[in-house]
């Protein structure tokens, strides 16, 4: 099997199961609530939907609208090239950046949807990207916390050596580890805009958070921008789960079976983990927009006690 063969499987595999792990996501809040919920594959049909759509842009809206769907579709395509999806091992574009960078591509995919929020001249993506702003003085000094102490502790940048670490007896159940795992998860939920953060399925628009940035947003334009918020959430998970959780399921040679092998076993990890996630978002409520400030904080200081432990191991 070639390597760029299982490089494109990759992408692939987080272009095709990103909108299956959303619609399991949401079969399952639902099932929790006591609603039947929709069918698991819906999030395809909803693409499929949007894709056979007119896009309408404001006549005032800039070639920032044009460029920006693009460019947040792109880039967890791209994140993916980087990060061990099926492989413990590197594949041929895997050295075209690190943690950093793939940090770097995913930030800068977000501020392109931002300003594609505030191009469109609306008062609600405006709000919206206001309160994204307040969320994000959090975020992002947790992620680079989090992106930092991985790093120091591994020696390295590149996240197929960073989960081999990772998993190494010194760290696998170490202290240090377990809260930079945790800090990733609460990083994950704030990123994805999931409770207590944010309610991904709200539909009003004072208390939309996330779902503000595309209110203005149709037809292809909302394919590309949803398409592209799931596959980040997947990224997201996927650099949890491999990186910094445990390597394990992926692929230790290039053959066809365990390639294949590695597409059932990293989605069974996934779906597992996003189940976990919705379990622990049923217990809650969506907390008011300065509470988020509390979370956000608590993740941080876990994130250090995590770093400083590290440091002193």
């Known amino acids: 099997m070639s ?3 299982a490089q494109l499987m990759q992408v692939l595999f987080v272009l095709g199961f990103a909108p299956l792990l959303k619609g399991i996501m949401d079969r399952y809040r639902a099932r929790l609530n006591g609603r039947h919920g929709p069918p698991i594959w819906q999030p395809y049909r909803d693409l499929r939907k ?9 006549n005032r809206t800039s070639w920032i609208s044009t460029g920006a769907p693009i460019v947040y579709f792109i880039a967890p395509i791209l994140v993916a090239m980087l990060i061990p999806v099926l492989t413990t091992f590197p594949l041929p574009f895997a050295w075209m950046g690190d943690m950093l960078g793939g940090g770097m591509i995913l930030g800068g995919a977000g501020l392109a949807l931002l300003f594609a929020a505030l191009d469109s001249g609306s008062v609600y993506p405006a709000l919206g990207v206001s309160r994204i702003r307040l969320i994000g003085t959090f975020t992002e000094p947790l992620s680079l916390i989090l992106v930092f102490t991985a790093a120091s502790t591994a020696g390295a940048t590149i996240p197929f050596i960073v989960n081999q670490i990772w998993v190494s007896p010194d760290w696998r159940w170490s202290i240090s580890h377990g809260l930079l795992v945790v ?3 609460l990083l994950l939920i704030a990123e994805a805009g999931r409770i207590p953060v944010d309610n991904p399925s709200t539909a009003q628009e004072l208390s939309m958070i996330d779902p503000a940035r595309v209110f203005e947003s149709s037809g292809p334009d909302l394919a590309l921008y949803e398409w592209g918020g799931w596959m980040k959430f997947t990224v ?8 910094l959780t445990t390597p394990w399921g992926l692929a230790t040679r290039l053959h066809w079976i365990s390639v294949l092998g590695a597409c ?4 069974a990890k996934l779906i597992l983990m996003a189940l976990v996630l919705v379990t622990i978002e049923a217990g809650f409520a969506k907390l008011r927009l300065i509470r988020n400030v509390d979370y956000l904080t608590a993740a941080i200081v876990l994130a250090a006690a995590g770093a400083l432990g590290a440091n002193l191991i």
């Open 236 to 243: 997201l998970s996927i650099i949890l789960m491999n990186v």
């Open 3 to 5: 390597s760029y063969l």
């Open 183 to 185: 800090g990733w998860f």
């Open 264 to 267: 059932i076993l990293v989605a």
């Open 50 to 58: 949007w894709w056979s759509k007119e896009t309408i842009r404001s």
